[in-house]
């Protein structure tokens, strides 16, 4: 009897030690798991079109500063919006400074991307060498109107606001670029002498003709005329859906970097626009301190903007849905921190 006492003392013992043991390498995997994980870099991949958006990231992505350990950005400049709005809708890009509208059609289209928040306002401008051009109203009348974009949303705004002024613009002969470098050199040459022309072009199109003012921006009009603080959203941070669910303290932290980046910007265009020069933005430095004032560059986030987006997005949708890839985005395409 006792010796089978003993051997049952003895297997429980040995069995003990063999679980004990078992755990203890678990236990080591799963923490060397952990590790791995906490120590993998995360490679972020953040596009921009050249021009207004790519300078708001130009800073940072030259001296590339660390928003939080292990993740590594990288910064792409696309050429074009269309080349960007590719990258887009392929979803190859986890962060992206796009058209407002390009923020609605990658939610319509993907179901997989969020606004984060306004990077800038409207900077379009009315410029004119005819003296009896006063504003964004009746005195386009039988006037020759250079412009971008028929029926796109730089082309949709300026209409809308002419019709919630009652202006009848049949009378008005709107003459399209398909280009705003292609507006510029008409209106260089004296082709045409009043046109509604985007910064950073406008600044180009300044230094070459000299006889053109600026009459008005289109945002301080938008601003009177919808009884709105900021006007309507020009550019917009979107990022994916999927992979801020994983890395939201990151997200909000590069958030809080591209405010802070853009004060900056604002208050040191000269050097601003060397980094932009860096960075491969086709707009001269020396132009960008003429221009910075104009540029609306300015970060709202999308619990402060919304209403502002709700209001473009209507207003675009009732001209074109198809600007919006169809349809107003549902409530859910704002990303609200808490």
Do not use: H
């Not at 300026?158 to 398909?178: G, P, R, W």
């Amino acid at each position: 009897m006792k010796k089978i006492i003993s051997l049952m003392l003895s297997f429980l013992i040995t069995s003990s030690l063999v679980i004990g043991c078992s755990n203890t390498k678990e236990d080591n995997s799963d923490k060397s798991e952990t590790t791995q994980k906490s120590t993998e870099k995360v490679t972020v991949n953040m596009g921009a079109p050249d021009g207004l958006p790519a300078i708001a990231i130009a800073k940072l992505s030259q001296e590339n500063p660390k928003i939080k350990d292990n993740y590594e950005v990288k910064y792409n400049l696309e050429a074009t919006s269309d080349a960007l709005s590719t990258d887009v809708m392929k979803e190859n890009l986890d962060m992206a400074i796009v058209p407002s509208n390009m923020a609605a059609t990658a939610y319509n289209k993907t179901s997989n991307y969020q606004i984060l928040g306004t990077v800038g306002m409207g900077s379009f401008y009315l410029v004119s060498s005819d003296k009896d051009v006063t504003d964004l109203n009746d005195s386009l009348k039988n006037k020759e109107v250079g412009s971008i974009g028929k029926n796109l949303t730089p082309d949709i705004t300026v209409q809308a606001l002419l019709k919630e002024q009652k202006v009848d613009t049949s009378k008005i002969t709107f003459n399209y670029s398909n280009e705003a470098s292609d507006l510029v050199s008409l209106m260089a040459t004296g082709k045409l002498t009043t046109g509604i022309v985007p910064e950073p072009a406008l600044s180009r199109l300044l230094a070459k003709n000299s006889n053109l003012k600026v009459i008005c921006a289109v945002n301080d009009v938008w601003k009177d005329v919808y009884k709105n603080e900021n006007g309507y959203p020009q550019s917009t941070l979107i990022v994916k859906t999927s992979f801020v669910k994983e890395n939201k303290e990151f997200v909000e932290s590069f958030v809080k970097a591209l405010d802070e980046n853009i004060n900056w910007t604002n208050k040191n265009p000269k050097e601003a626009g060397e980094y932009a020069s860096k960075f491969g933005v086709s707009l001269k430095p020396e132009l960008l301190v003429k221009a910075i004032d104009r540029t609306n560059l300015k970060f709202i986030s999308a619990k402060d903007s919304k209403e502002d987006y709700t209001n473009y997005f209507e207003i675009l949708n009732s001209f074109n849905p198809k600007v919006l890839g169809g349809s107003i985005p549902k409530d859910d395409i704002f990303y609200l921190s808490k």
